[in-house]
């Protein structure tokens, strides 16, 4: 359907189905990110011997995020005197912008994706990588010295990760033969999910995107214990919450990417389960992504910055082109046999 | 025109890892600190010189406030310098009482330790392991004085209330519980890679610095000095339980992680023999006057607290408040070392430094 919408003469009707559908899947991620949030805080709460959120919306919680974002929404909106007041007003939207932009590609179905471009997963990473622009106007422009500090950290973690990132999908981009991300599942489809034949990609992209997405053991932009709240430290009310909805979109975004990368996307583990909706194997997959994340969270302590570099840098790096070589030869050897 | 310079960063006393209103004024360079300064007394209360106009029991309520996470040793040290004083024989029961009790407080006083150290470096779930264990300890200790946290629970010759009816057992049980969550204490961190990087080898001092600073407790032990008041000096009835002393070489964070886990084993192991040899009956009150009336002249005790040695000086004229009270803060002496730590050292590290420490800032503000 977007397909001949895409070729028609563009005209007003056109325009207005586009808004309204890309309306819904706004509507769809923010419902999922209040959701996601929730989860995250029960589960934690279940690792943390806690209850977690267990007042607002019944017992369990169901309206906490909304009566969080309400609240944040009601805040009085505080700028620092000395803030460098665009850049200041500018950055949560930089940051929070490309989180929406980035999951027009991905393929939650087969049928249901926004935007079926051949250079997907180029276009996810290039557009992910503005966030990082994000953060670091908005420490640099707090006027603030523990926000500097940690959007300093948060530039150099980004892009030190961002390259083993782009490094171990270049492994599946080999065994899939296109950038386009259906054609990555289809491919699974044939071979058999990546996760099995690039274990070694599987591992760097899981470690970088914990990274990129700023989260424990690399919460280092905002560790809390060292510089209180790093980069958004004088942000509050609903710029702040753009930071933090960013952030969590980005956990949408960076599961459902594994998904498709790695754990074939909407299709079913075996042939014979192919009954059930591809829809609910996404979904499947995709929490047990999630689950898996916070499980991290909850049990690591922090690196330091300078050991974060070293591993980024002198670990994931290397092993990330190691790996682009294996898999070259494998295939070399696949397509001689 | 490009130039660097030094910045000025102000840790605290607003800040969630110093644990309490203590303050840093840093001068960094770049990610260097090139000079720390600490800033104390944002919770001065002045207990020594309000203890000049307290009659002696009145005076242990402001004990609890010094140190707060191990308010039992606070207690003690009191009580037991107005003893020596006035030369009093204490009964069987009522010292018994008094070691499980600071035992159970240097337990929880560990455990809160090593909560806020993992949360400092970043981890929050053990912060929470720890405090369901250390919430057992104090709801038994709350069974024991009716407190939380300021138990008010010793007095000169005794202590206030006798344990209730199965107390004893129940602490008889703890002991078991807490080997086994101690286990998973060290499946969860001690072995984890991320931990290791980040306190192996961070704010080492030798063992000359140590004693030159006059640190003590596990900030001392961690350097390979083997000087323990429950060993060293018996006190109390220390001298009937067999217990180690656990000593660690490296004099670094990591060393002090060892020393104070090790401790915890330590404390249950005396526990568990307290627990045994507790006398069926006695009294638990010595027979002490109504109105405590210390003989003229002057005592230093110390004892062995969960920081360190903590030591009470009080010189008296024979009335019944004392001329003059002195501690000597254990949190105050070690937090000395700090600005030789920290000077040259990267930002990342001071957390690490600071939590290994191991202050409290009632005790250090006094």
């Known amino acids: ?337 | 025109m490009l130039r660097t310079e030094e910045m000025l960063l102000n840790v605290g006393p607003q800040h969630p890892s110093t644990h309490g209103v203590f303050r840093l004024v840093l001068k960094i360079d770049g990610e260097i600190i090139k000079e720390a300064k600490p800033v104390i007394g944002y919770l001065h209360r002045g207990t020594e010189k309000l203890a000049e106009n307290l009659q002696y029991t009145q005076i242990i309520p402001y004990t609890d406030r010094l140190d707060y996470l191990a308010a039992m040793t606070n207690n003690y040290v009191l009580c037991h310098a107005v003893e020596t004083m006035m030369d009093l024989k204490i009964p069987d029961r009522a010292e018994y009482l008094r070691v499980i009790a600071m035992e159970l407080g240097r337990v929880a006083s560990h455990l809160v330790w090593w909560g806020t150290y993992l949360l400092d470096i970043g981890a929050v779930s053990p912060f929470l392991y720890a405090f369901r264990e250390r919430e057992m300890i104090i709801n038994m200790l709350n069974e024991l004085s009716g407190a939380r946290l300021t138990f008010n629970y010793m007095r000169v010759g005794g202590v206030k209330w006798d344990a209730p009816e199965g107390w004893i057992e129940k602490v008889g049980e703890f002991i078991p519980y807490m080997r086994e969550q101690l286990k998973g204490y060290h499946d969860l961190v001690t072995g984890n890679e991320i931990f290791m990087n980040r306190v192996k080898g961070v704010g080492r001092y030798t063992k000359e610095d140590a004693i030159n600073y006059s640190l003590s407790g596990a900030n001392l032990r961690c350097t390979g000095v083997k000087w323990d008041l429950r060993k060293d000096e018996p006190y109390s009835i220390y001298d009937r339980f067999d217990f180690d002393v656990p000593v660690q070489e490296g004099g670094d964070a990591w060393a002090r992680y060892h020393v104070r886990l090790a401790e915890l084993e330590e404390s249950l192991k005396i526990l568990e023999q307290a627990v045994e040899q507790f006398p069926k009956e006695g009294e638990i009150l010595a027979k002490v006057p109504k109105i405590i009336k210390a003989p003229k002249g002057e005592a230093y005790v110390r004892i062995e607290s969960p920081r360190g040695e903590i030591g009470c000086y009080i010189a008296s004229d024979g009335k019944k408040e004392p001329y003059r009270l002195k501690f000597r803060r254990p949190s105050f002496y070690n937090l000395q070392i700090l600005p030789k730590l920290l000077e040259g050292e990267n930002i990342a590290n001071l957390i690490a430094i600071l939590g290994a420490i191991d202050i409290v800032l009632g005790e250090v503000d006094g």
């Open chain 1, 1 to 337: 359907m977007v397909e001949a919408l895409l070729q028609s003469q563009p005209g007003l009707l056109n325009f207005g189905i586009f808004f309204l559908l890309a309306t819904v899947l706004l509507l769809v991620v923010l419902g999922f990110v209040t959701y996601a949030i929730l989860a995250e805080r029960k589960v934690m709460g279940f690792m943390q011997l806690r209850h977690g959120p267990n007042q607002v919306g019944g017992r369990w919680g169901l309206l906490q995020t909304v009566a969080d974002v309400l609240k944040l929404l009601l805040k009085e909106d505080t700028i620092p005197k000395l803030a460098d007041r665009p850049l200041f007003i500018l950055a949560p939207v930089i940051a929070f912008a490309p989180a929406f932009m980035v999951l027009a590609t991905i393929p939650l179905t087969d049928h249901l994706q926004f935007a079926d471009i051949g250079v997907g997963l180029l276009y996810y990473i290039a557009i992910s990588g503005l966030t990082t622009v994000g953060v670091v106007t908005g420490g640099w422009a707090s006027n603030n010295k523990y926000a500097l500090l940690g959007g300093m950290r948060a530039a150099a973690q980004m892009i030190s990760y961002e390259i083993p990132l782009v490094m171990s999908v270049i492994g599946v981009i080999l065994f899939a033969g296109s950038l386009n991300l259906n054609d990555i599942v289809a491919a699974q489809d044939d071979q058999g999910w990546f996760i099995l034949w690039q274990p070694i990609a599987f591992l760097v992209f899981i470690i970088a995107s914990v990274a990129e997405l700023n989260r424990t053991p690399f919460d280092l932009p905002e560790a809390e214990s060292e510089l209180v709240a790093g980069f958004h430290v004088e942000y509050s009310g609903f710029r702040w919450a753009f930071f933090m909805l960013a952030e969590y979109v980005y956990l949408f975004a960076m599961a459902s990417l594994t998904t498709v990368l790695f754990l074939g996307g909407w299709l079913p583990p075996f042939d014979f389960l192919g009954f059930i909706p591809g829809a609910v194997w996404f979904a499947l997959k995709f929490s047990v992504v999630i689950f898996f994340l916070v499980w991290i969270r909850v049990t690591f302590p922090r690196l330091r910055a300078d050991q974060l570099m070293e591993f980024g840098w002198k670990v994931l790096l290397p092993v990330a082109l190691a790996n682009i070589f294996l898999t070259a030869l494998v295939k070399e050897l696949l397509k001689l046999f």
